[in-house]
């Protein structure tokens, strides 16, 4: 029964979204209806709030990536790209007051 209650709960939440409280208040709801005991319950919310970190985690580094991939395909100057072009810069204005001043 226990595995069936996790099961249950895993693909009713969709352990991506879930936040700390819900899994909480699911986890507590099948303890008080006697569908799970209270040693039971501590382990599935454990369990559960692990593979919900987990999956933030997934999820956050997916989107990392997907965010890096989509910068790439649009060619935009990074951070690097532009402090090299803030030194060459400097470099050129540097230049050209010495050469004003000769």
């Known amino acids: 029964m226990f595995e069936l209650v996790k099961k249950s709960i895993f693909a009713g939440i969709g352990v991506f979204a879930a936040t700390e409280e ?3 208040e ?5 303890v008080e209806k006697g569908k799970i005991t209270e040693q ?3 382990t599935l ?7 919900a970190q987990e999956n933030r985690e997934k999820i956050s580094t997916m989107i990392d990536e997907r965010i890096t991939c989509i910068m790439g395909q649009l060619h935009l100057a990074t951070k690097e790209d532009i402090a090299i072009i803030n030194e060459r ?3 050129i204005e540097q230049q050209l007051s010495e050469q004003r001043q000769a």
């Open 89 to 91: 810069l400097a470099r």
């Open 45 to 51: 919310l454990k369990d559960l709030q692990h593979a």
């Open 26 to 30: 699911l986890v507590s709801d099948f």
């Open 22 to 24: 819900k899994i909480q």
């Open 40 to 42: 039971e319950g501590k």
